[in-house]
């Protein structure tokens, strides 16, 4: 048995969207998990350098399938080295999570 690729979705870049960015986006991440005890959703955000062109890591965060409620829900990001202190201590993403 092979296993599928995983799904991924990757939002536009929104230019000039400082300290609070707002994304808006009206196509959403839509995906099948066959095995929801199992199944991880991983977030990652990150900052475009229009200088470098380069993706520069913010932070991420990975919740189990089994975990997610439907509605808006508030999911804590992580800096590279997995802590929330420092600039990162609040961050966090606002996602509307919908099952079908």
């Not at 993706?55 to 808006?72: K, N, S």
Request: net charge positive.
């Amino acid at each position: 048995a092979s296993l599928l690729p995983p799904p991924t979705f990757s939002s536009g870049v929104v230019k000039g969207n400082g300290l609070n960015p707002i994304w808006n986006e009206r196509e959403a991440a839509s995906f099948t998990c066959l095995n929801p005890a199992l199944g991880i959703v991983s977030f990652a955000v990150y900052d475009h350098d229009d200088v470098s062109k380069k993706d520069l890591f913010i932070g991420g965060a990975a919740v189990p399938v089994r975990c997610m409620r439907e509605g808006y829900r508030c999911v804590s990001l992580f800096d590279s080295n997995n802590s929330r202190s420092g600039a990162m201590k609040f961050s966090s993403l606002f996602v509307k999570v919908r099952c079908v």
